[in-house]
């Protein structure tokens, strides 16, 4: 079973920048990618970010703005998101999508961005 944390949520203005965490645990054999997605109140769960070994990409939205890292050692995978903006404002999840196609979710961590 694969579980995932994340953290580094909160309240912020805009303009400003958050780093959001994900780490993973539990028995990992393979990992075909992990994703960043996003809630915001009243609205469908959207996509944010994506990595995989083939590369990062992005939501129109955020491109240009967030940036998704991951560092193996740790079992972790990042958000960072500048210039944040009120539209931001959701609970973010991360989800992993493993070898077999199985996904895993984050329980969320929510952004909030004032104007």
């Known amino acids: 079973q694969v579980q995932l944390v994340e953290s580094g949520g909160g309240l912020v203005q805009a303009g400003e920048s958050l780093r959001l965490s994900c780490a993973a645990s539990?028995?990992?054999?393979?990992?075909?990618?992990m994703r960043w997605y996003r809630q915001a109140p009243g609205k469908q769960r959207e996509w944010v970010a994506i990595i995989t070994t083939g590369g990062t990409f992005y939501a129109e939205s955020v491109e240009g703005r967030f940036t998704a890292s991951e560092d193996n050692a740790k079992n972790t995978v990042y958000l960072r998101m500048n210039d944040l903006k009120p539209e931001d404002t959701a609970v973010y999840y991360c989800?992993?999508?493993?070898?077999?196609?199985?996904?895993?979710w984050g329980q969320g961590t929510q952004v909030t961005v004032s104007s």
């Open positions: 539990g028995t990992i054999f393979r990992v075909n990618a």
């Open positions: 989800n992993l999508e493993d070898g077999r196609s199985v996904n895993y």
